[in-house]
């Protein structure tokens, strides 16, 4: 790209408007991981944590925080979320977590995906905490997106 979308004629940041593009189904799916303890690993498969149902929470968490990305993101447009699917998964050393968002838009909802991602990965680290001081957040990105002018693109190796 030669020039930068999101900057006007004098260099400033701007909205980009969005008015001419075609309204299309959009999906995009994001993915993270936390990094916990044994331990941590342990009380979720057993019992659960001390402050509760945690992937609960993270799962509640990450589709609020899909809603709200525009409040968060400060050039993200505001639109209308159709359908957010968050997946927690307990591994051996991590619990992965798995977001699609869904709209019939006129952008795309990468951010929002991303967002779902991250939101649940800090409310998952907020109910461990107690347990695994050590709790990370790593590897959040984008997997999968369709849909809308550019199509369709899928990170290699996927």
């Given at each position: 790209?030669?020039?930068?979308?999101?900057?006007?004629?004098?260099?400033?940041?701007?909205?980009?408007d969005v008015t001419?593009?075609?309204?299309?189904?959009?999906?995009?799916?994001?993915?993270?991981?936390?990094?916990?303890?044994?331990e941590v690993i342990?009380?979720?498969?057993?019992?659960?944590v001390p402050k509760?149902?945690?992937?609960?929470?993270?799962?509640?968490?990450?589709?609020?925080?899909?809603?709200?990305?525009?409040?968060?993101?400060?050039?993200?447009?505001?639109?209308?979320?159709?359908?957010?699917?968050?997946?927690?998964?307990?591994?051996?050393?991590?619990?992965?977590?798995?977001?699609?968002?869904?709209?019939?838009?006129?952008?795309?909802?990468?951010?929002?995906?991303?967002?779902?991602?991250?939101?649940?990965?800090?409310?998952?680290?907020?109910?461990?905490?107690?347990?695994?001081?050590?709790?990370?957040?790593?590897?959040?990105?984008?997997?999968?997106?369709?849909?809308?002018?550019?199509?369709?693109?899928?990170?290699?190796?996927?």
């Amino acid at each position: 790209m030669s020039e930068f979308t999101h900057l006007n004629d004098r260099g400033e940041a701007r909205m980009v408007d969005v008015t001419a593009k075609e309204v299309t189904v959009r999906e995009a799916r994001a993915s993270g991981r936390v990094l916990v303890s044994a331990e941590v690993i342990g009380l979720l498969r057993g019992g659960g944590v001390p402050k509760g149902d945690a992937i609960a929470v993270a799962r509640i968490a990450g589709i609020q925080a899909a809603k709200r990305t525009p409040d968060l993101v400060p050039l993200c447009h505001p639109i209308a979320i159709h359908a957010v699917d968050v997946d927690l998964s307990v591994e051996d050393d991590h619990v992965a977590i798995s977001a699609t968002v869904r709209t019939a838009d006129r952008t795309g909802v990468e951010m929002e995906a991303l967002t779902c991602v991250a939101v649940a990965g800090l409310a998952l680290v907020d109910m461990v905490k107690a347990v695994d001081k050590g709790a990370t957040i790593s590897d959040v990105r984008v997997e999968h997106k369709s849909g809308g002018r550019s199509g369709t693109w899928q990170r290699a190796g996927n």
